[in-house]
């Protein structure tokens, strides 16, 4: 039988990865402002000054003091920092179908490093059911592909960004015995908002505070990085921390190729694109796949 604290787990990880998926509407209207790293400089400086605040209120409870920080420094750079330049430099000089097939690898990636570094291992069953959601996730990606550019550097940097996202999954689950999901959280945004800021002083300087100035006085702009700020960043890591504290990295990586589907019925909705049976079909394949590799994970445990 599946354990109450797994299954919360399992419930987390789905909706970080929903809040995730979107993300990339609200990513789209922020870039409509701003470039696309000084977007992640500011997202990722109001999330850290909002989690300092949390924990300066008492609202989370952040105690890093005698504690051995390095491993949870790695994670933090590997994850969001070098995830997203890696993610967004591949996404722009790739196709859409190619960047969303490649990460979608990101489980079988996790699934590989877990039973090296974890030993969690994925049965057979899983790993076919992790092969099914990747095969939705592809295939969601080249239907709505709209470019068919394809570059080998884009390849390379979009396969770093899958290495990154799975170091990240693995240590994530690995300092949860020491660290609070809020604690994870506060690193990360701490080393992303340094990070990221550095890089815009080094790419833009004295204009990225030009750009600041004009983006941070549109009502629009602002109100797309408090979402991609607060709940894409603040709340959905505090779910994704908290998923792998309660289940295996198997299973709440696997929920990652939801994020596709997501961010389709966002383009949907909101900015009017068209989504057809073959797309349907796709996102079914996802749900299975993610349903498969649970349930089979929870059913070798009981």
């Known amino acids: 039988m599946i354990k109450d604290k797994e299954k919360m787990g399992i419930l987390a990880a789905f909706a970080a990865n929903v809040i995730f998926g979107m993300s990339n509407y609200f990513s789209v209207v922020s870039l409509k402002y701003a470039q696309p790293m000084a977007v992640l400089a500011v997202r990722f400086t109001v999330s850290f000054l909002i989690m300092v605040l949390l924990g300066v209120f008492g609202l989370v409870k952040i105690d890093l003091k005698g504690k051995k920080l390095h491993g949870l420094i790695l994670m933090s750079i590997a994850q969001p920092f070098l995830y997203f330049i890696c993610e967004l430099y591949g996404i722009s000089i790739t196709s859409s179908a190619m960047s969303g097939v490649i990460i979608a690898m990101t489980p079988v990636a996790v699934i590989f490093l877990s039973r090296v570094f974890l030993e969690e291992k994925a049965n057979i069953r899983q790993m076919i059911f992790a092969a099914v959601s990747i095969a939705g996730a592809a295939g969601v990606s080249l239907l709505n592909d709209s470019n068919g550019k394809s570059n080998a550097v884009g390849i390379a940097v979009l396969i770093a960004a899958v290495f990154f996202a799975a170091i990240f999954n693995i240590l994530s689950r690995k300092e949860s015995k020491n660290f609070s999901p809020a604690e994870r959280v506060y690193v990360m945004f701490g080393v992303s908002c340094i990070g990221f800021n550095m890089v815009c002083l080094g790419m833009y300087g004295k204009e990225y ?76 394949f996802i749900v299975l796949g993610v349903w498969g590799v649970n349930f089979f994970g929870i059913k070798d445990k009981g």
């Open 209 to 284: 505070f030009n750009m600041l100035s004009i983006s941070l006085i549109n009502a629009e702009f602002i109100f797309s990085v408090l979402y991609l700020s607060v709940i894409s960043s603040i709340v959905a890591f505090l779910l994704y921390n908290y998923a792998t504290t309660k289940a295996d990295v198997i299973k709440t990586s696997s929920f990652s190729n939801i994020i596709p589907v997501v961010s389709v019925l966002m383009g949907v909705t909101l900015l009017k694109e068209d989504f057809n049976y073959k797309q349907i079909i796709c996102a079914i």
